[in-house]
């Protein structure tokens, strides 16, 4: 079942679900969703003389990539083809017994931005700030300003509660993660299972 406009506000009120700050909550809650604002944080990735990225290697996941704050009255323009890694201004806490999807604006897709080329969900446990992964598809650049609403959220709620919820268990390495975050794919390793067994 998804969540309508009073069950999240049910929620919030609960306190199990939490989005901080709520700043307009008239406007930020939506039929079935709440708006997200776009923070000032983005990391932006270099061109780069390595032959390619080995997700397994920190150095060469975090060397090519730099941050940019954008100070008051400023935008941050997205060029054409552009993929950097935003931030949603707010922080989110998700109950165990919900999920949440991170989607796209209309009106910012009519414009060819994308806040998620890829991953798009929250885990039931998670908490923290939602990294999003802006890209402009179109032929124009996009000027994007902090605070303006960028994503929006949904909820859906697990037949039973995640008995192992996001945070609990190994892994987990984004939990209560402030501003955008550079891919940690490189500590999957640490984890194990991510490797064939040899026949
Ligand atoms: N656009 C997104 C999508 C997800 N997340 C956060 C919320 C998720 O609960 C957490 C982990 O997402 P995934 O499970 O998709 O990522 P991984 O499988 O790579 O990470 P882990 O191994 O920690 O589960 O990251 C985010 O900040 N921004």
Redesign the pocket.
């Known amino acids: 079942m998804i969540l309508s406009d009073a069950d999240i506000l049910e929620r919030l009120e609960a306190g199990d679900l939490v989005v901080d700050p709520l700043d307009d909550p008239e406007l930020q809650i939506q039929p079935a969703s709440i708006d997200l604002r776009l923070g000032r944080e983005f990391l932006e990735f270099q061109r780069t003389n390595i032959p390619c990225i080995h997700p397994n290697s920190e150095q060469e996941v975090d060397e090519y990539v730099t941050e940019t704050i954008v100070e008051d009255g400023d935008d941050f323009i997205l060029h054409p083809g552009d993929f950097v890694l935003g931030t949603t201004h707010e922080r989110v806490e998700i109950p165990p017994d919900l999920i949440a999807h991170?989607e796209g604006r209309s009106s910012l897709g009519r414009l060819a931005v994308v806040v998620?080329a890829t991953?798009?969900?929250?885990?039931p446990g998670?908490r923290g700030q939602?990294?999003?992964?802006l890209s402009n598809l179109g032929t124009a650049p996009v000027a994007l300003t902090p605070g303006m609403r960028i994503s929006q959220l949904t909820f859906t709620e697990l037949k039973t509660e995640a008995e192992r919820p996001?945070g609990s268990e190994r892994?987990?390495?984004?939990q209560d993660?402030d501003g955008p975050q550079a891919s940690r794919?490189q500590s999957?390793h640490e984890f194990g299972g991510d490797q064939l067994e040899r026949e």
Do not use: F, P, R, W
């Open positions: 991170v998620h991953a798009g969900l929250c885990d998670y939602i990294t999003l992964e996001y892994g987990s390495k984004y993660q794919i999957d």
